[in-house]
């Protein structure tokens, strides 16, 4: 049974950092891409970065300079640090793992920046 469990979620004031962690079990967790999304109230999710199995990142470019995105291939974990929060920034972030033609999703975990 594949899971992805967010952790690390919460209530920060701008400016503030937090880091999320997404563990993941039941998958060959170094064989696969996998991303942070997020989705804010009334707006569709979005790509906000993604790490390849073998370690390149990518950011969306309003969060670029102030998340980073990391892998522990011997955790089974994929973090997102992020720094300098912004009001804007307030979303359900959700864990993704895609390898081929698997993916999966994480239930997500809550981030909720108040100005």
């Known amino acids: 049974q594949v899971q992805l469990v967010e952790s690390g979620g919460g209530l920060v004031q701008a400016g503030g950092s937090l880091k999320l962690s997404c563990a993941a079990s039941?998958?060959?967790?170094?064989?696969?891409?996998m991303a942070w999304y997020r989705q804010a109230p009334g707006k569709q999710r979005e790509l906000v970065a993604t790490i390849t199995s073998g370690g390149i990142a990518y950011y969306t470019d309003s969060v670029k300079g102030r998340f980073t995105i990391s892998r522990d291939n011997a955790k089974n974990t994929v973090y997102l640090e992020s720094n300098n929060l912004k009001p804007e920034d307030t979303a359900v972030y959700y864990c993704?793992?895609?390898?081929?033609?698997?993916?999966?999703w994480g239930q997500g975990t809550q981030v909720t920046v108040s100005s």
């Open positions: 993704f793992a895609s390898f081929l033609s698997r993916a999966y």
């Open positions: 039941g998958i060959a967790f170094s064989n696969y891409a």
